[in-house]
């Protein structure tokens, strides 16, 4: 009887949903950076629970925001913070009911 009421609490966590972390492998290329404005591409692995990808620049000016449901996404005119060449954008991953399963920062040295 002892074993039993040992291993109900584990069987009462390990039955939730668990879900494998979108955004494992962000990969970020600048294509271009002229000016002070650069076009960057962002690519990650698919996740099969994640229904739509949300792009965002935070140092961009004006803010800059990029949905797409496939496993990479352009962004154009990004901007560094001021007087640097660092990048911050973040991205959210939304599961099939809408509800957000994971965001992240992602810096990006534009001069690299």
């Known amino acids: 009887m002892r074993k039993l009421v040992f ?61 797409t449901s496939e496993n990479s996404i352009i962004i154009s005119n990004v901007t560094p913070f001021p007087n640097g060449s660092i990048v911050m954008l973040y991205a959210l991953a939304y599961d099939f009911e809408n509800e957000m399963i994971v965001a992240k920062q992602i810096f990006v040295n534009l001069t690299q």
């Open 7 to 67: 291993l109900l609490p584990l069987l009462a966590f390990s039955m939730g949903i668990a879900y494998a972390e979108p955004f494992e492998n962000i990969q970020t290329t600048v294509l271009d950076y002229t000016n002070d404005k650069a076009t960057i591409k962002i690519t990650w692995d698919q996740d099969e629970n994640t229904s739509s990808y949300q792009i965002g620049c935070v140092s961009c000016f004006p803010n800059t925001v990029k949905s």
